[in-house]
T-cell receptor, first 116, second 110 residues
Protein backbone atom coordinates (compact mmCIF):
# COMPACT_ATOMS: atom_id res chain seq x y z
CA UNK A 1 0.00 0.00 0.00
CA UNK A 2 1.52 3.27 -1.10
CA UNK A 3 -0.60 5.58 1.01
CA UNK A 4 -3.83 7.53 0.76
CA UNK A 5 -5.00 8.11 -2.79
CA UNK A 6 -7.60 10.57 -4.04
CA UNK A 7 -9.39 10.88 -7.34
CA UNK A 8 -9.70 13.06 -9.31
CA UNK A 9 -6.75 15.31 -8.52
CA UNK A 10 -8.33 18.24 -10.28
CA UNK A 11 -11.95 19.01 -11.15
CA UNK A 12 -13.29 22.06 -12.94
CA UNK A 13 -17.04 22.36 -13.02
CA UNK A 14 -19.76 24.89 -13.69
CA UNK A 15 -21.83 26.32 -10.90
CA UNK A 16 -24.86 24.15 -10.19
CA UNK A 17 -23.27 20.86 -11.23
CA UNK A 18 -22.68 17.93 -8.89
CA UNK A 19 -19.21 16.58 -8.19
CA UNK A 20 -17.96 13.48 -6.40
CA UNK A 21 -14.52 12.81 -4.96
CA UNK A 22 -13.15 9.43 -3.99
CA UNK A 23 -10.62 8.55 -1.30
CA UNK A 24 -8.86 5.22 -0.77
CA UNK A 25 -7.23 5.17 2.66
CA UNK A 26 -4.30 3.11 3.89
CA UNK A 27 -5.79 -0.35 4.12
CA UNK A 28 -5.25 -1.13 7.80
CA UNK A 29 -6.44 2.29 9.00
CA UNK A 30 -9.77 2.47 10.82
CA UNK A 31 -10.39 6.23 10.66
CA UNK A 32 -10.97 8.34 7.55
CA UNK A 33 -11.23 12.13 7.55
CA UNK A 34 -12.26 14.79 5.05
CA UNK A 35 -10.81 18.29 5.31
CA UNK A 36 -11.16 21.36 3.10
CA UNK A 37 -8.33 23.79 2.56
CA UNK A 38 -8.34 27.19 0.89
CA UNK A 39 -5.31 29.25 -0.05
CA UNK A 40 -3.37 30.53 2.94
CA UNK A 41 -5.44 28.61 5.46
CA UNK A 42 -4.96 25.41 7.38
CA UNK A 43 -7.14 22.36 6.70
CA UNK A 44 -10.69 22.74 8.04
CA UNK A 45 -12.38 19.62 9.40
CA UNK A 46 -15.46 18.47 7.47
CA UNK A 47 -16.32 14.98 8.65
CA UNK A 48 -14.82 11.66 9.70
CA UNK A 49 -15.59 7.96 9.85
CA UNK A 50 -14.70 5.18 12.23
CA UNK A 51 -14.88 2.17 9.93
CA UNK A 52 -18.21 2.70 8.11
CA UNK A 53 -19.85 4.90 10.77
CA UNK A 54 -19.85 8.66 10.23
CA UNK A 55 -19.05 10.02 13.69
CA UNK A 56 -19.14 13.77 13.22
CA UNK A 57 -20.10 16.29 10.60
CA UNK A 58 -18.88 19.87 10.75
CA UNK A 59 -21.25 22.83 10.67
CA UNK A 60 -19.22 23.90 7.64
CA UNK A 61 -21.00 21.21 5.65
CA UNK A 62 -24.31 22.35 4.27
CA UNK A 63 -27.03 19.95 3.14
CA UNK A 64 -25.43 19.99 -0.30
CA UNK A 65 -22.51 17.95 1.04
CA UNK A 66 -22.69 14.25 1.77
CA UNK A 67 -20.02 11.69 2.55
CA UNK A 68 -20.16 7.93 2.65
CA UNK A 69 -17.89 5.06 3.51
CA UNK A 70 -20.15 2.12 2.62
CA UNK A 71 -17.93 -0.83 3.50
CA UNK A 72 -15.46 0.81 5.81
CA UNK A 73 -12.89 1.03 3.05
CA UNK A 74 -12.98 3.81 0.41
CA UNK A 75 -15.03 6.95 0.92
CA UNK A 76 -16.81 9.41 -1.36
CA UNK A 77 -17.56 13.08 -0.82
CA UNK A 78 -20.33 14.49 -2.99
CA UNK A 79 -21.17 18.15 -3.44
CA UNK A 80 -24.52 18.89 -5.06
CA UNK A 81 -25.40 22.14 -6.85
CA UNK A 82 -21.87 23.47 -6.53
CA UNK A 83 -21.27 27.14 -5.75
CA UNK A 84 -18.18 29.25 -6.40
CA UNK A 85 -17.49 29.29 -2.66
CA UNK A 86 -16.97 25.51 -2.80
CA UNK A 87 -13.74 26.03 -4.75
CA UNK A 88 -11.00 24.58 -2.54
CA UNK A 89 -8.66 21.65 -2.04
CA UNK A 90 -10.48 18.67 -0.54
CA UNK A 91 -8.08 16.57 1.51
CA UNK A 92 -8.65 13.04 2.68
CA UNK A 93 -6.64 11.52 5.51
CA UNK A 94 -6.62 8.21 7.32
CA UNK A 95 -5.29 7.07 10.66
CA UNK A 96 -5.01 4.02 12.87
CA UNK A 97 -6.50 4.78 16.24
CA UNK A 98 -5.86 2.39 19.07
CA UNK A 99 -4.83 2.17 22.67
CA UNK A 100 -1.17 2.86 21.98
CA UNK A 101 -1.33 4.83 18.75
CA UNK A 102 -1.86 8.59 18.73
CA UNK A 103 -3.76 8.57 15.49
CA UNK A 104 -1.30 10.39 13.28
CA UNK A 105 -3.08 11.44 10.10
CA UNK A 106 -1.70 10.46 6.71
CA UNK A 107 -2.96 12.75 3.97
CA UNK A 108 -3.68 12.13 0.33
CA UNK A 109 -2.57 14.57 -2.35
CA UNK A 110 -5.98 16.20 -2.39
CA UNK A 111 -8.67 16.92 -4.97
CA UNK A 112 -8.67 20.49 -6.18
CA UNK A 113 -12.12 21.80 -7.10
CA UNK A 114 -12.66 24.90 -9.21
CA UNK A 115 -16.25 26.06 -9.66
CA UNK A 116 -16.72 28.52 -12.51
CA UNK B 1 -14.08 25.96 22.28
CA UNK B 2 -11.14 25.16 20.06
CA UNK B 3 -8.54 27.66 18.92
CA UNK B 4 -5.06 27.32 17.47
CA UNK B 5 -2.84 30.39 17.04
CA UNK B 6 0.43 30.63 15.16
CA UNK B 7 2.19 33.43 13.26
CA UNK B 8 1.14 33.86 9.66
CA UNK B 9 4.59 34.33 8.14
CA UNK B 10 8.25 34.12 9.10
CA UNK B 11 11.51 34.71 7.26
CA UNK B 12 14.87 33.15 8.11
CA UNK B 13 18.31 32.75 6.58
CA UNK B 14 19.80 29.56 5.18
CA UNK B 15 21.90 27.81 7.84
CA UNK B 16 20.18 29.58 10.73
CA UNK B 17 17.75 28.33 13.40
CA UNK B 18 14.08 29.31 13.47
CA UNK B 19 11.40 28.75 16.13
CA UNK B 20 7.72 28.65 15.17
CA UNK B 21 5.36 29.12 18.10
CA UNK B 22 1.85 27.77 18.58
CA UNK B 23 -0.72 28.27 21.31
CA UNK B 24 -3.82 26.14 21.56
CA UNK B 25 -7.12 25.85 23.38
CA UNK B 26 -9.17 22.69 23.02
CA UNK B 27 -12.05 21.20 24.98
CA UNK B 28 -10.04 18.01 25.39
CA UNK B 29 -6.37 17.51 24.57
CA UNK B 30 -4.55 14.38 23.51
CA UNK B 31 -1.44 15.67 21.83
CA UNK B 32 0.06 18.27 19.54
CA UNK B 33 1.15 17.59 15.95
CA UNK B 34 3.32 19.55 13.55
CA UNK B 35 2.94 19.08 9.81
CA UNK B 36 4.91 20.50 6.89
CA UNK B 37 3.12 21.50 3.71
CA UNK B 38 4.84 22.61 0.51
CA UNK B 39 2.80 24.68 -1.91
CA UNK B 40 0.32 22.54 -3.83
CA UNK B 41 1.15 19.40 -1.87
CA UNK B 42 -0.45 17.46 0.97
CA UNK B 43 0.64 18.00 4.60
CA UNK B 44 3.30 15.59 5.82
CA UNK B 45 3.85 14.59 9.44
CA UNK B 46 6.82 16.11 11.30
CA UNK B 47 6.34 15.51 15.02
CA UNK B 48 3.97 14.58 17.83
CA UNK B 49 4.10 15.60 21.51
CA UNK B 50 1.72 14.41 24.18
CA UNK B 51 3.86 14.88 27.29
CA UNK B 52 5.69 18.04 28.35
CA UNK B 53 9.16 18.33 26.92
CA UNK B 54 11.09 17.90 23.70
CA UNK B 55 10.91 15.51 20.80
CA UNK B 56 13.85 15.52 18.39
CA UNK B 57 14.05 14.22 14.84
CA UNK B 58 17.20 15.23 13.05
CA UNK B 59 17.14 18.95 12.26
CA UNK B 60 13.59 19.26 13.60
CA UNK B 61 12.53 19.27 17.23
CA UNK B 62 9.31 20.19 18.98
CA UNK B 63 8.46 21.29 22.50
CA UNK B 64 5.22 21.10 24.44
CA UNK B 65 3.98 22.70 27.65
CA UNK B 66 0.51 21.38 28.46
CA UNK B 67 0.01 23.72 31.41
CA UNK B 68 0.64 26.74 29.19
CA UNK B 69 -1.14 25.43 26.10
CA UNK B 70 2.02 26.14 24.14
CA UNK B 71 4.23 24.38 21.65
CA UNK B 72 7.02 25.32 19.31
CA UNK B 73 8.78 23.76 16.35
CA UNK B 74 12.52 24.33 16.07
CA UNK B 75 14.24 23.99 12.73
CA UNK B 76 18.05 23.92 12.72
CA UNK B 77 20.56 24.35 9.91
CA UNK B 78 17.88 25.74 7.64
CA UNK B 79 17.91 24.73 4.00
CA UNK B 80 16.15 26.34 1.07
CA UNK B 81 13.90 23.29 0.78
CA UNK B 82 12.53 24.05 4.26
CA UNK B 83 10.52 26.92 2.74
CA UNK B 84 6.98 25.72 3.34
CA UNK B 85 3.92 26.18 5.52
CA UNK B 86 4.18 24.64 9.00
CA UNK B 87 0.87 23.57 10.50
CA UNK B 88 0.25 23.21 14.22
CA UNK B 89 -2.62 20.86 15.08
CA UNK B 90 -4.16 19.82 18.40
CA UNK B 91 -5.70 16.40 18.86
CA UNK B 92 -9.07 16.54 20.59
CA UNK B 93 -9.03 13.77 23.17
CA UNK B 94 -12.75 13.13 23.14
CA UNK B 95 -13.26 12.79 19.40
CA UNK B 96 -9.73 12.08 18.15
CA UNK B 97 -10.29 14.93 15.70
CA UNK B 98 -7.24 16.93 14.61
CA UNK B 99 -7.81 20.70 14.68
CA UNK B 100 -5.38 22.74 12.57
CA UNK B 101 -4.08 26.26 12.85
CA UNK B 102 -3.85 28.46 9.78
CA UNK B 103 -0.19 27.57 9.28
CA UNK B 104 3.02 29.59 9.36
CA UNK B 105 4.54 30.29 5.96
CA UNK B 106 8.31 30.11 6.34
CA UNK B 107 10.53 31.67 3.69
CA UNK B 108 14.19 30.66 3.82
CA UNK B 109 16.48 33.18 2.13
CA UNK B 110 20.06 32.67 0.91
Amino acid sequence: DTGVSQDPRHKITKRGQNVTFRCDPISEHNRLYWYRQTLGQGPEFLTYFQNEAQLEKSRLLSDRFSAERPKGSFSTLEIQRTEQGDSAMYLCASSLVGLYTPGELFFGEGSRLTVL
Amino acid sequence: GQNIDQPTEMTATEGAIVQINCTYQTSGFNGLFWYQQHAGEAPTFLSYNVLDGFEEKGRFSSFLSRSKGYSYLLLKELQMKDSASYLCAALDGATNKLIFGTGTLLAVQP
